[in-house]
């Protein structure tokens, strides 16, 4: 009872859970425009998966399993049969794809050809990241066991929290689920103490899982949906955060009549959701929209989209970002890869993959 | 460029001035002459003497031996009246206002007749603050007013008074730039009228600006004197410390170390509060000096109040504080202290101490309200360690810990405000002006401080508007306008000019 009354003075107030605020984006999260100012590499179709592959810079394009060389050509490798959700590498020259259409296969390395149609008794369905333990060993995420990765705007605006992290055994294909119910797990790193970082996108936060299965928030509140963390130098690990937070989309979440109508009569492309790109239709939700009344900016329309990569250090604490603010259009970035000339990022809503000096 | 004194003789002389307080010097054969139509500035560390000389000849203390001479007769004032009806007015540092009475009642206080026309009041107020250019609405209540509208009214009544001498405490403090240079303009207009105008001031470049002549005070003695041709910014601080501190003063950071940010402890989300407050959202982290930078009414006070419980944020829609991620709203500042947040408060004689307590029972209270104190009862002794302790760490300068606040000098003041804040053990201090009426010496103390606790690992937030201050000791600076943070900057990055240019625009 008390708990209804309190909620009921919570909707009323804009308090409590019904408060509709948000993280600043500031500190090391303050916006630059490193991303839209970054040297243009290649300009491609949705590009994602940036991985180093014996020497070489892999990406995924939709079904393409492209490289793109030092001179800034690409190079058609492979085309699968679904689209690539991701890619990671091991140093014995071990490849892992995970494909939409709910299978992980290896090539390479001493496991070359296996075929992963479940892990255990866990159906693939949404595969969004993964990394290598050791060539026998690997930690997959898998984001949700409803909607397969192309639904994501669909898995958010229904509260999906039925993604794991499972670690399989390549030998004997045997799999141990590390963490489940887990709200959109879509990026996973190895701490140098043998703990694993993962990305739970719904949740806004990075978890750290221990080795003795303890699940401890590391990174919280974020202003956006973080995806894949990418080593880097020193204990430094890569976060791609793929969309803003704005009041507008968590007002959407609370709005239950309203969000169940748009989720049921409306083309995904026009809800009131996070988008990886800028709006390519007059149809879109508009962004950026604001009115100067009385020498003052009332935005009424918030960007959707944004470009962000951030570097955290060995504890979790952000102390770089690189932006592409509402005004860019290097949006969606969904994967990144350090390498001696800089960071290399692919913006998968801005169709580019771009180089920025870090 | 100095005055000529007509006839050589100036209209207040001091010859030999010594005060005695319990028979310790406050100052000491202090010689001091002020020319008709003078700008003289006076300046000195804090203790160093200047409002004991200065309240000499505004009556509200008599000397101990010596002579004040106005022109050329010999006087002495007992009572503040006294020197007024003499045509000497003092505009006092902390506000000597009646909160409970607007504007216009104030400037009129004392000069009621028995039947008074309020419209006829209000009206001659309104068109008297206009002549001054000061944008004060004489229907407000004093104690609606913001800290530099306070001094505006002050300013106001001493001029309405028509004073010969006119003495300034610190009276661009509280002053944003653009209503400094309409002080300065008034203070020009009163030379040109023949009125003497005594300018005490720890922003040394206000002094060089505006005085005609400068005396130094050290350690309650006039150490140096003379035209303000003859001093440039580095001799004064050395007259006034006996010390170079110029170099030492603002880069208290050592070689420009930008600390890099701890865990974020304090995320302000979406606050509001009336009109003051709007949707303001800023992170506070662990380890790091957090600038912030606003005019005055740019909301930074208030936001600061609402997040350690002074104020209350709007009942509906009041957006977010959340204390190492979990929403906190406190209804009174001692719940905000015992969470480890801590307010030093830009106006520490109304709300920063018991004036009339000694510094002793100032620091024990403080513990107290914190719980920080070992016993139920109190136990003299730990008050005593307590006070010793602190005193020694702030270096806090007084005859002993049982001397009265009030007796303080305003830097004094000060440490025994922060030693308040600091005994409760708190995980993030948020300083509002402090070093606002400090002079050079304690606030390179001050200074050193903050960066002290920082260092520790303390989340540290200052809220200044000065911009030196700000752009030296922080290791990022916001900037607030209309109620809400509008940009922030590294110290590499941030310039006066785009820190003032995003304040104002």
């Not at chain 1, 490798?77 to 992980?104: C, M, V, Y």
């Not at chain 2, 913001?146 to 405490?169: H, L, N, P, S, T």
């Amino acid at each position: 009872m008390g708990n209804v009354f309190t909620r009921y003075i919570d909707r009323l107030r804009g308090s409590g859970d019904a408060a509709i605020t948000l993280p600043p984006m500031d500190g090391a999260l303050r916006p630059n425009n490193r991303i839209e100012e970054a040297e243009l590499l290649v300009s491609t179709e949705a590009p994602d998966n940036l991985v180093l592959h014996d020497g070489k810079v892999l990406f995924s394009s939709d079904k393409s399993l492209r490289s793109l060389t030092a001179d800034g050509q690409v190079e058609e490798l492979d085309a699968t049969d679904s689209t690539i959700e991701f890619l990671t590498s091991h140093p014995s020259g071990a490849l892992a794809i995970g494909l939409g259409a709910g299978r992980i296969e290896i090539r390479g390395g001493p496991h070359d050809g296996k075929r992963l149609l479940a892990l255990g008794q866990t159906p693939i369905v949404a595969p969004s990241a993964a990394v290598f333990v050791d060539s026998d060993t690997l930690l997959i995420c898998l984001a949700s066991r409803q909607h397969a990765m192309g639904e994501w705007k669909r898995d958010l605006m229904t509260f999906g929290a039925t993604g794991s992290v499972m670690k399989i055994d390549l030998r004997t294909e045997e799999a141990i689920c590390i963490a489940q119910n887990l709200a959109f797990p879509s990026g996973v790193a190895l701490k140098p103490d043998g703990g694993i970082l993962v990305s739970e996108s719904w949740k806004h936060r990075v978890l750290s899982i221990a080795e003795d299965g303890k699940i401890t928030p590391v990174l919280d509140e974020l202003p956006g949906y973080p995806s894949r963390l990418v080593p880097g130098a020193g204990n430094d690990i890569w976060m791609c955060v793929f969309a803003p937070r704005t009041q507008l989309i968590e007002f959407v979440l609370r709005e239950n009549e309203y969000r169940k109508r748009m989720v049921a009569e409306i083309d995904p492309e026009y809800w009131i959701a996070p988008s990886l790109h800028y709006p390519n239709s007059y149809l879109e939700p508009m962004q950026g929209g604001g009115l100067k009344q009385l020498g003052e900016l009332k935005p009424w329309a918030p960007s959707r989209s944004i470009g962000l990569v951030v570097r955290l250090d060995g504890e979790g604490t952000p102390w770089e970002s690189l932006h592409s603010r509402a005004d860019g259009r290097r949006h969606g970035v969904t994967s990144c890869l350090p390498t001696d000339e800089g960071l290399v990022i692919a913006s998968k809503g801005g169709d580019a993959i771009v180089r920025a000096i870090t | 460029m100095s005055v000529e004194m007509i006839d050589g003789q100036p209209l207040v002389e001091m010859r030999s001035a010594t005060k005695e307080y319990r028979g310790v010097p406050a100052i000491r054969n202090v010689d001091f002459r002020l020319a008709p139509g003078e700008v003289h500035a006076l300046l000195g560390e804090n203790g160093a003497g200047k409002s004991t000389l200065t309240k000499i000849m505004a009556g509200v203390t008599e000397l101990t031996s010596g002579e004040m001479l106005l022109n050329g007769q010999s006087v002495s004032f007992s009572t503040p009246g006294e020197a007024l009806e003499n045509g000497i007015a003092m505009v006092f540092q902390e506000t000597s206002l009646v909160p409970s009475m607007t504007v216009a009642q104030n400037l009129y206080l004392g000069e009621e007749k028995l039947f008074n026309r309020l419209r006829g009041i209000y009206i001659a107020a309104q068109q008297f603050m206009q002549s001054l250019n000061f944008d004060v609405d004489p229907w407000a209540d004093v104690a609606t007013l913001g800290a530099a509208k306070k001094q505006m009214v002050e300013i106001a009544r001493a001029v309405r008074q028509q004073a010969r001498v006119i003495i300034f405490d610190e009276p661009t403090a509280t002053l944003t730039p653009e209503e400094k240079r309409h002080f300065f303009n008034l203070v020009k207009q009163l030379t040109r009228r023949g009125v003497a105008v005594i300018f005490i001031s720890h922003a040394l470049e206000e002094a060089l600006a505006i005085a005609d002549s400068i005396s130094v005070l050290r350690d309650g003695e006039l150490v140096a004197t003379g035209p303000t041709g003859e001093f440039d910014r580095n001799s004064i601080v050395q007259a006034m410390v006996g010390r170079t501190l110029s170099e030492e003063l603002y880069h208290s950071h050592g070689e420009d170390i930008v600390r890099r940010p701890g865990k974020k402890v304090l995320s302000v989300q979406n606050l509001s509060m009336s009109k003051v407050v709007k949707n303001n959202s800023f992170s506070v982290y662990n380890g790091q000096i957090t600038g912030i930078f606003g005019l005055i009414g740019s909301g930074r006070t208030e936001a600061a109040k609402v997040i350690s419980g002074v104020l209350k944020r709007d009942f509906f829609h009041g957006g977010e504080v959340r204390l190492n991620n979990k929403p906190v709203r406190y209804r009174t500042p001692r719940r905000a202290v015992k969470d480890g947040i801590v307010y030093v408060t830009e106006d520490r004689k109304i709300e920063g101490f018991f004036e009339n307590m000694s510094i002793a029972d100032n620091i024990h209270r403080a513990a107290q309200a914190a719980n920080v104190s070992s016993s139920f009862f109190v136990s003299f002794s730990e008050v005593k360690e307590m006070a010793a302790e602190w005193s020694k760490k702030l270096n806090i300068k007084a005859i002993n810990s049982n001397a009265r606040v009030i007796e303080l000098s305003g830097g004094n003041q000060q440490k025994v405000v922060i030693a308040r804040a600091l005994v409760q053990k708190p995980k993030i201090v948020i300083f509002d002006e402090p070093t606002r009426g400090v002079d050079v010496g304690a606030i390179a103390e001050i200074h050193q401080l903050i960066n002290e606790l920082a260092d520790q690992g303390i989340a540290v937030v200052v809220i200044s508007s000065y911009l030196p201050e700000i752009m030296n000791i922080s290791d990022r600076i916001l900037v607030s306008r209309a109620g809400r943070i509008v940009e922030e900057f590294s110290p590499e990055e941030a310039t006066e000019e785009r820190i003032m240019f995003a304040a104002v625009h």
